[in-house]
C-alpha cells in the first residue's frame, strides 16, 4: 500500500523555472498476491486488475526559482478512501549542454477513508538526469518510510468486546529507472521502481 500511494510525480527532479508547469493523470501499478489472507480479510471488494492495483491520480507540479513542487491526489471508485501527497525537489548539480543534472526529491503521502486504517508515507531520493532532445531518461535511489496504523474489536462474550490496536513502520529502499518524452502536445513518462515489490508508473501531462 506505502508504495502504491507513494507520490512520485513521474518525472526527472530538475528545476524548471517560475514558468514551469506540469498538469497531468498518472497512475502507479503494484502487484499484489490477491489470495493472500491480508487481502482477503481487508479487501471487501476486489479493485485488482490482472493481479495489479493501480489508481488514476491527479498531478501538479511548479517550478521556482530554486527547485520544482509537486502534488497529487486521488480517489478510489465507490468508497472513501483518498490519498493525497506531494514531493519537493531541490538541485544539487545544474545541468547543461554537456553534464546532468542531480537532484534531491524529498516526498510524504497519506491515505485516508479506509475505516480504521491509516497510512502515512514519507521519502528522500536522489535523482540524475540528462535530456538528449525531446528524450530524458533519468535514474533514481533513495529510502522510503512508511507508519501504518489500525484497529479492530471482537466481541467476546454478549456485552464484552475487545479492541486491538495494530501499528507497523517500514523501511524500504527504492531504486527508480524512467524516460520521459517531451513532444508539443503532451508529455509521456513511464518509470519502473523495485522496493519491496516492483512496481510501475505512467503519465501523461501538459506543460512547459
Keep these: ?13 530538475r528545476v ?45 507540479s511548479k517550478g521556482f526559482a530554486s527547485g520544482t ?41 497519506t491515505l485516508s477513508g479506509a475505516g480504521d486504517y491509516n497510512l502515512k508515507v514519507y521519502g528522500v531520493e536522489a535523482f540524475i538526469s540528462k535530456g538528449f532532445g525531446p528524450v530524458t531518461p533519468y535514474g533514481a535511489v533513495g529510502r522510503m518510510r ?9 466481541t467476546i462474550t454478549p456485552g ?3 479492541t486491538v490496536n495494530l501499528a507497523d513502520t517500514s523501511n524500504v529502499n527504492r531504486y527508480t ?9 503532451p508529455k509521456i513518462a513511464v518509470e519502473v521502481t523495485k522496493a519491496e515489490v516492483t512496481s510501475y508508473a505512467a503519465k501523461v501531462s501538459f506543460g512547459f
Design 1 to 13: 500500500m506505502a508504495q502504491g500511494i507513494f507520490p512520485t510525480p513521474v518525472q526527472p527532479a
Design 16 to 60: 524548471t523555472g517560475f514558468l514551469g508547469f506540469d498538469v497531468g493523470v498518472a497512475a502507479t501499478a503494484v502487484k499484489v498476491d490477491t489470495s493472500a489472507p491480508y487481502w482477503q480479510h481487508s479487501v471487501g471488494k476486489d479493485f485488482s486488475t490482472g493481479g495489479y492495483v493501480a489508481v488514476p491520480r491527479l498531478v501538479a
Design 69 to 109: 513542487i509537486s502534488g497529487s491526489y486521488a480517489k478510489v471508485n465507490s468508497s472513501d478512501i483518498k490519498t493525497w501527497g506531494g514531493a519537493l525537489d531541490v538541485p544539487i548539480i545544474r545541468g547543461t549542454i554537456a553534464t546532468p543534472e542531480i537532484a534531491l526529491r524529498g516526498a510524504y503521502a
Design 146 to 154: 512508511s507508519k501504518a496504523n489500525g484497529s479492530f474489536t471482537r
Design 160 to 162: 464484552n468486546a475487545l
Design 177 to 185: 529507472a524512467g524516460v520521459r518524452l517531451s513532444l508539443l502536445v
